[in-house]
C-alpha cells in the first residue's frame, strides 16, 4: 500500500515538472518568436536617408513635373568639357587660316566628311557659316548626320567648301576623293589634313587644281594640310 502511494505521488510530481518544463520553454518560444519578428521589421524598415523624398506621382500633371535628362542636356554637358573645347577651338584656328587664304568661307555651305562627333562643324557654326553638314558612318546629332563618304547622298556641287581631317583612314581613297569633288561646284574649295606625301594626295585629285599646302597642327597632332580648288565640269 506505501509502495503504491509513493509511486502516484512519484508520478504527480514528474508530470508536475513536465507541465512546468513545456510552459517554460512556450514561454521561451514565444519571446523568441516576439524577439525575431522586433528583429525582423527593423532590418526590413530602410532608414529616412535612404528613401527617395519624392513621391510616386499620381497623375500626369504631376509627373510632368519631375526633372527629365534629355539629349540637349547631355550634348551642352558634353560640349562645356575641356577637352571638346579644345578640340573646337583647335579646328577654329585652321579654319580661319583657311578663310585667311582663300576667302572661301563667306557665304558658301560647308560639307564636313567624317566628322567624328562634330567638333569640326561647331567650329564652322561659331565662326558664322550657317549652313554647315558634318557627316559620319555613325550619327552624332545634332551635328552630324548619318552617311557614308564613299557613297555620298547630296546632289552634284551643291557645297562651296568641303573638308576632312580623316583621309588617310578612308577604306577607298579614291572613291572618297571622288565624292568630295562631285559635290563641291566649280571654284569651291576642297582641303584635307593627312599624314601622306602631298604629291599622293594632291594625285588623287582628278577634277581640282593643287593651291598650297601647309604644315598645321590640328587637336595636338602635327599633320600636313593640302588645299585643293574644283576646275571643270561635274562629272
Known sequence: ???ATKEHINNETTSTTITKMSKFLNKISYTSITIATITLFFIRTPPQT???PITHPKSSCESSQRQITTFDHIHRRLWSISTWKKSVNSYTTLFT???TLTRVLNDTNALIMSAGGGQAVMALREMGVVDVT???VVESLPLV???DPHHLEF???VFGFVFSANLDQALFKEKYVKEMERCVRDGGVLAVCVDSEVKEVV????MS???LAENVTLVGTKMTMVVMERVGGVS
Do not use: S
Open 1 to 3: 500500500m506505501m509502495q
Open 50 to 52: 535612404c528613401i527617395n
Open 97 to 99: 587660316h583657311i578663310q
Open 134 to 136: 558634318g557627316v559620319e
Open 145 to 147: 548626320v548619318r552617311g
Open 155 to 157: 546632289f552634284d556641287g
Open 203 to 206: 594625285e588623287l585629285f582628278r
Open 209 to 211: 587644281r593643287f593651291l
